[in-house]
């Protein structure tokens, strides 16, 4: 079975030429998608990719691009239909994976996914490294100094003339100008 999928981004586009073009090349079923091609839900893809299940079946578009949200996710995508044995047909670029070409065309694409990826890696660790030999480590600032943390703690420990806390939580967390949370997270736990 043949299943033609497009995708238009905006409202202001009509798919009309993506559904005939799908048509001519004998889809017996076309979906198309109203979606930006970086949102995740994708409905009438998944409906196609339903139907073009089973081995021997074709999954047509129009354009790479209308089908992955990005090189890694065409790489998934078409990995996953090769392990139903479901053939991807790119009609501009004339690309098929049901031929040599066309299976080389998309082991080509996942090596320069995989050596992209390996490049941020090397690239994060790269500034990950520079920086901690700058004395900087990741993550955020404390909300709160070791001196305010201390003085917190102090004001959560300092009790009222009738045995009760002076200062609640919220009071503390008002003070330095931070969440509840923020204060338990810097307070230490009394050992009775």
Known sequence: MRVGYGRVSTRDQNPDGQRDALAAAGCDEVF?????????????????LLIAARPGDQLVITKLDRLGRSLEHLIALSTQLQTRGVDLVVLDQG???????G????????????????????????????????????????????RQARIAQEMYDELGSDGRRAHTVQQIANEFGVT?????????????
């Open 103 to 146: 299976r080389m065309f998309f082991q080509i694409l996942g090596a320069i996914a995989e050596f992209e990826h390996a490049l941020m890696s090397e690239r994060t660790r790269d500034g990950l490294d520079a920086a901690r030999a700058r004395g900087r480590t990741g993550g955020q600032k404390p909300k709160l100094t070791a």
């Open 32 to 48: 198309v998608d109203n979606a930006s091609g970086k949102l995740a839900s994708r409905p009438e893809l998944d409906k196609a």
């Open 180 to 192: 509840r949370p923020t204060i338990y997270r810097h307070l230490q736990p009394r050992v009775r």
């Open 95 to 101: 690309i098929d994976t049901s031929t040599a070409v």
